[in-house]
């Protein structure tokens, strides 16, 4: 093949969003350097909508609903991880390089695998996000990438080179103040994909180290036709398991310890939060938020707290009270041991 001719940084650019979406598959190599020998992914997940799922870190996912692996341990001179991918427009196939799928995603679903579990998770193929493991070589860059200081400004002119046989460009991307060292993009000339990204000050380095270009893909790659289970599944499995383990910590503590539940005389502090001229007030109780307490002058009005539960509610003495305790609960002893204390004050 021939070395492209010269392109400017804008052109290169444009190579980079728009170029041509042909099929691709071959195998990703990813060596993390000094700054990424530990990645941290938060994320948070509003009630009813599925969680994120981060391709290159398929396999470690941890399966509770919100959350995904901190840490990952510190390399030690360790082998760059490999990963057997198929593209084809938005579908995706990933596999470890034994053949396990890790990855497959289709126009709506996706199959996310768990460790060495072979039943894969099924969620809304919109989740997945194309991060960790050099996942990110997968896809043409975003333009919304290469806005701000961040990684977007060329430290000098386009260069060209050949890499795995196939004519591509070179280019050095400034850090942000805020960072040491640039990044190092290969860019193939013909579809505009990254075919590596190193950063040569940390050592790191993303690149494809087996590539086709082009080749029909069968469609099969990219559908799961085994058995799957769904998050809300999954969130099941594992309430099931934690609330087990709970019961078992809980009858050791029954048979070497003491006798459940616990009856305690606790002495609580209160912290006031609103109070009125004419004696009402919302109070918590407990230095550890144990709970809410509130009065009002005894009223037939609707009594709307903002809490989002009342356990108990009653009048005595000219007041209404409210009471909502933060997980354990009263006994009807200490509840009546509560309204006493309330009553002489």
Known sequence: MTTPGAISWVGLLTLM???????????????????ESQHYLSYSV??????????????AVDAEAGAVPAEEPEPVEEEPVLTRAWRSGRRVRLERPDGRPSLIVDYERCWQFRGDDPVPVESPSRVVTYQGNGTQLLHRRDSNAFTGDDFTRPTGPVGTTTFLGRPAYTVELAPPAHKPFPIQLVVDSETGLVLQQRNDGFGSVDEWVELVVGEQLDESLFRWQGPSRSEADERAEHEREWQADLAARADWFHAFVAALPLRLELELGVH?????????????????????????????????????????????DGW??????????????????????????
């Open 46 to 59: 509003f009630e009813g909508e599925p969680a994120p799922v981060f391709a290159g870190f398929a396999s």
């Open 320 to 345: 209404d009270w409210a009471l909502s305790m933060h997980g354990d609960q009263l006994t009807e002893a200490g509840l009546a041991a509560l309204k006493r204390a309330l009553a002489s004050a």
């Open 272 to 316: 006031v939060h609103v109070h009125e001229p004419d004696g009402s007030f919302q109070a918590s109780i407990g230095e550890g938020g144990l709970g809410m307490l509130a009065r009002r002058p005894s009223s037939a009005a609707d009594w709307q707290l903002g809490w989002a539960q009342v356990q108990h509610r009653w009048s005595a």
């Open 17 to 35: 969003v728009d170029g041509p979406d042909l099929p691709v598959r071959g195998v990703i190599s990813s060596r993390e350097g000094a700054d």
